[in-house]
């Protein structure tokens, strides 16, 4: 199985910064790299897929890069709804797995 | 619009059975690949099965295999979860979720609500 080991787990940070989040994983997955936000008590929604690409309708300022087995997840400047848990996921193949999360909380 | 609403979800003792379902509607449900993946209380995501447009393939998580079937029936745009020899480990929101295009490294693009299984005596 393919290990996500995302990085770091917590992250405390304030209205207008800049944040980073890393996932790597056991093995090299080319692109097949998803990035999804979760806000308590809701279904994840999917942000960055394919590394790079982002969902329709998802603001600029979240982007995603990387390849093979590291990848980043910036959000260029924090707003309040951005406060939620983050995942990242390969779906290179199955079974299909998640890194742990980073929860983003407000400084 | 593309919906997914889940249910069937409850409380069940250990060593019970559940069957969950998957109503889809606003998208041509026998073209995509559909998964469920869970997450246990306070905890992260877990990918629990998938199963093709056709249900040409099917995938299981190890944590679930043999206890746990996938199913669906296109007519009726509607996808399943048969859970049996429930464990409290398998206690979780179960979420369906539509994989996007027509490979298998596609993102969960669709999700539904989610729907509580809890295994408990």
């Known amino acids: 199985d393919i290990q996500m080991t995302q990085s770091p787990s917590s992250l405390s940070a304030s209205v207008g910064d800049r944040v980073n989040i890393t996932c790597r994983a056991s093995q090299n997955i080319n692109s097949y790299l998803n990035w999804y936000q979760q806000k308590p008590g809701k279904a994840p929604k999917v942000l960055i897929y394919?590394?790079?690409n982002l969902q329709s309708g998802v603001p600029s300022r979240y982007r995603g890069s990387g390849s093979g087995t590291e990848f980043n997840f910036t959000i260029s400047s924090l707003q309040p709804e951005d406060f939620a848990t983050y995942y990242c996921q390969q779906s290179y193949s199955t079974p299909y797995t998640f890194g742990q999360g980073t929860k983003l909380e407000i400084k | 619009e593309v919906q997914l609403v889940e249910s069937g979800g409850g409380l069940v003792k250990p060593g019970g059975s559940l069957r969950l379902s998957c109503a889809a509607s606003g998208f041509t449900f026998s073209s995509y690949t559909m998964n469920w993946v869970r997450q246990a209380p306070g905890k992260g995501l877990e990918w629990v099965s998938s199963?093709?447009?056709?249900?040409?393939?099917?995938y299981y998580a190890d944590s679930v295999k043999g206890r746990i079937s996938i199913s669906r029936d296109n007519a009726k745009n509607s996808l399943y979860l048969q859970m049996d020899s429930l464990r409290a480990e398998d206690t979780a929101v179960y979420y369906c979720?539509?994989?996007?295009?027509?490979?298998?490294?596609?993102?969960?693009?669709?999700w539904g609500q989610g729907t509580l299984v809890t295994v408990s005596s």
């Open positions: 199963i093709g447009s056709n249900s040409s393939y099917i």
């Open positions: 979720a539509r994989i996007y295009g027509y490979t298998l490294h596609g993102e969960f693009d669709y």
């Open positions: 394919a590394e790079s």
